[in-house]
């Protein structure tokens, strides 16, 4: 691979580091911010939506952008556009609506370097593309954890603004270097997809066939209704949607409520905090994907049953949160529940994508990814803010936390689709049903089982189902044959 590949990869590897500081400066820092900025819990928690909000408005439609522009161009007004909404962020307002427009395009920045870096690698990366994606997608938590810290030191000893002006700061140099030393023909995919499609000998109209494309000819209703038919990849939606929701609230709020209703000090609680919340998704993660490959692939019966065990504990973890006083015994049973909420993404994903028809697979990842932002991502913050403005802390945890026993429910309704789709089978023993090999083979599994490192932010990664697609043979499943 050319040294430039390999350059300019280190500078997208940078920017995913940077442009998710600002994810960890503000839970690291929201007594600070609430008292400088005169914000109410609940204004504050608006703050923490809107972002996701601009993410999930761009991706509508940040895909086909790429296919009708230059990439390079749109990339760099997404490196101006996160410059001025960070620099816009920590100024006083007599409103509070400019806070929320700084944020929201905060989001709106983001979206694009989010949706085209995971494409470029796919594209560029060469044979090393797998283990480029898989390191791509988890310097996102590390970029969290590291706004967490620096936010911390920074707003014990001088004010909290500087932790954004210093990832302004920081990521400056990062967009000097892209928009003055980056080729355009070493970024644009579109080109570097015509020149294999020359070599090949395939027409370079079948460009629109990209990867950021859905790729099919049936109508978007006649998709969205063949998907959401599929109730098993409906009910796995629904449950991570609800993980994301819980983790979100989580990352956002919990140094507030362990300094104010654990009564510990702030300087214990961040140095705590960002220690359980980077170990424990990423080995929750790592262990979930081992435990599902030992058990034999993600089509198993048995990989569901072992997502309902998953999210018992996880019940079980967030039951004494809301009525403990005790920092260390919340703080420990914040960590059991992320561990196993980790531990249950890479078989969920993989029981998701491997429960839908071949054309569909990227349409479904598609509708996922916006799924998980509307009713995951997004509301979390502000639900949590909401309740704590008008009822109180106490009862904001408690229904954050109690909220997982919906993914319970929903995960043993899962677990009721497939023994029907199972008997089903057995009733039909000669019928010939059209499935897919399971997603994630042993060279595919840390692809996907990456994904829970998205808990802080959720990339737009819509390369990365087309390019396991890709990869998939269908077959035929005889109606005989169980998967037990």
């Avoid at 001088?158 to 355009?184: D, E, G, K, M």
């Avoid at 579109?190 to 460009?207: E, G, I, M, T």
């Avoid at 992320?338 to 429960?355: E, H, K, R, Y």
Wanted: hydrophobic letters at 45%.
């Amino acid at each position: 691979m050319e040294i430039k590949y390999k350059w300019i990869y280190s500078l997208i590897l940078s920017t995913n580091v940077l442009i998710n500081l600002d994810h960890g400066i503000i839970p690291a820092a929201t007594k600070q911010i609430e008292t400088s900025l005169d914000l109410s819990a609940e204004e504050l928690g608006y703050l923490g939506s809107l972002v996701y909000a601009g993410i999930s408005l761009v991706g509508l439609f940040g895909g086909k952008l790429f296919l009708h522009f230059n990439a390079k161009l749109i990339v760099s007004i997404s490196y101006f556009g996160m410059l001025g909404s960070l620099l816009m962020f920590p100024q006083h307002y007599k409103s509070s609506w400019l806070f929320y427009l700084s944020r929201f395009l905060t989001g709106c920045a983001q979206a694009p370097m989010m949706i085209y870096f995971p494409v470029w690698v796919d594209n560029f990366g060469g044979e090393s593309k797998t283990i480029w994606l898989t390191i791509l997608q988890g310097v996102i938590p590390l970029g969290i954890f590291v706004g967490y810290v620096l936010s911390s030191v920074i707003s014990s000893i001088w004010n909290w603004q500087l932790a954004f002006y210093a990832q302004v700061a920081l990521l400056i140099p990062c967009a000097i270097s892209f928009i003055f030393f980056v080729r355009t023909k070493d970024f644009e995919i579109k080109r570097a997809r015509r020149s294999k499609l020359d070599k090949k000998s395939v027409n370079p109209d079948d460009l629109g066939s990209s990867m950021l494309s859905v790729g099919s000819h049936k109508s978007y209703w006649h998709m969205m209704g063949e998907l959401y038919s599929i109730k098993l990849w409906l009910c796995c939606t629904i449950v991570i949607s609800i993980l994301y929701f819980i983790v979100t609230g989580i990352q956002f709020w919990m140094t507030d409520y362990m300094i104010t209703e654990m009564h510990q000090n702030q300087k214990t609680v961040n140095i705590v905090f960002a220690v359980v919340s980077i170990t424990a998704p990423v080995f929750g993660c790592i262990t979930g994907g081992l435990i599902a490959q030992k058990l034999g692939g993600y089509e198993r019966t048995k990989s569901l049953y072992i997502c309902v065990i998953y999210c018992f504990i996880c019940c079980l973890s967030a039951v004494p949160v809301p009525f403990t006083d005790v920092f260390w015994f919340g703080a420990l049973c914040v960590w059991f529940l992320l561990f196993f909420g980790g531990a249950i993404v890479p078989p969920l994903i993989g029981i998701m994508l491997s429960s839908v028809p071949k054309h569909l697979k990227a349409f479904a990842n598609s509708n996922t990814t916006m799924f998980q932002n509307l009713f995951g991502f997004l509301p979390a913050p502000s639900i949590y803010g909401f309740l704590m403005e008008r009822y109180s802390a106490k009862v904001a945890v408690f229904a954050l936390m109690y909220y997982s026993f919906a993914g319970l429910l929903f995960m043993l309704i899962a677990v009721y689709f497939k023994k029907q789709e199972i008997n089903n089978r057995k009733n039909n023993p000669n019928a010939i049903i059209n499935r897919t090999e399971s997603v994630l083979e042993d060279q595919e599994n840390f692809n996907i089982t990456d994904r829970v490192l998205q808990y802080g932010d959720m990339p737009l990664s819509v390369s990365l189902a087309q390019h396991i697609d890709d990869q998939i043979p269908n077959y035929e499943y005889e109606g005989n044959k169980e998967q037990e």
